[in-house]
Nanobody
């Protein structure tokens, strides 16, 4: 079974940057779309970004467009989420998950990594 592990979270000041990693084990990421999601306290989980496997096409939530960048390196079996110009409202636990395509059901959820944006 595919296993995903997120890392790279932490505490950062508003306007700062973080780079999250989603590393896969047991299976290659080559054939999966990978999505990043986040859940803030008291709020529902929301999709942040997704990158397809075949054509590498990318989508972003409106709230992060122009600030976040998703990328993948199949050789390293890793997907990254570069987060710039962070805002306090970006504070959440960030998760990655896999799917056959970005519009399909996601599975193999990681344990999450906490991102806190605060001065």
């Amino acid at each position: 079974q595919l296993q995903l592990v997120e890392s790279g979270g932490g505490l950062v000041q508003p306007g700062g940057s973080l780079r999250l990693s989603c590393a896969a084990s047991r299976f290659t990421l080559d054939y999966y779309a990978i999505g990043w999601f986040r859940q803030a306290p008291g709020k529902e989980r929301e999709g942040v970004s997704c990158i397809k496997s075949k054509d590498g096409s990318i989508s972003y939530a409106d709230s992060v467009k122009g600030r976040f960048t998703i990328s993948r390196d199949n050789a390293e079996n890793t997907v990254w989420l570069q987060m710039n110009s962070l805002k306090p409202e970006d504070t959440a636990v960030y998760y990655c998950a896999a799917a056959s395509s970005c519009d399909k059901d996601f599975h193999s959820w990681g344990q999450g990594t906490q991102v806190t944006v605060s001065s």
